[in-house]
């Protein structure tokens, strides 16, 4: 297993993958990161999970405008271990928003 360091929005992140698979998830972060710097650009200094959150808002936007011509846009293949690296993320960013709903509501 060979293991890739992201630099997303100015934060770092350490991920497995496959061997020979660095420079493909390498690209992939250079991708996100090139969004998340769009999304900061746009709405300032965000939180980790809200520049994450407007960067994969700006590829699904892009990939939709892009459906609507007649050549449909193929999304890259996501290795395993970014899927599972996504999971724990969405996980994340639920029990982030859940906890920020209860102090909305204890306040």
């Known amino acids: 297993m060979a293991e890739v360091t992201l630099s997303v929005g100015g934060y770092q992140y350490k991920l497995a993958c496959r061997d020979g698979e660095e420079a493909h998830l390498e690209r992939l972060g250079e991708m996100v990161n090139a969004k998340a710097m769009e999304a900061r650009n746009a709405v300032g200094n965000a939180s980790e999970v809200r520049q994450l959150l407007l960067s994969a808002l700006l590829f699904a936007d892009e990939t939709l405008e892009g459906s609507r011509g007649n050549t449909p846009v193929a999304a890259p293949a996501i290795p395993g271990q970014m899927t599972a690296a996504l999971e724990r993320l969405a996980d994340r960013i639920e029990l982030i928003a859940t906890r920020v709903e209860?102090?909305?509501?204890?306040?």
């Open 102 to 107: 209860n102090l909305s509501q204890h306040s």
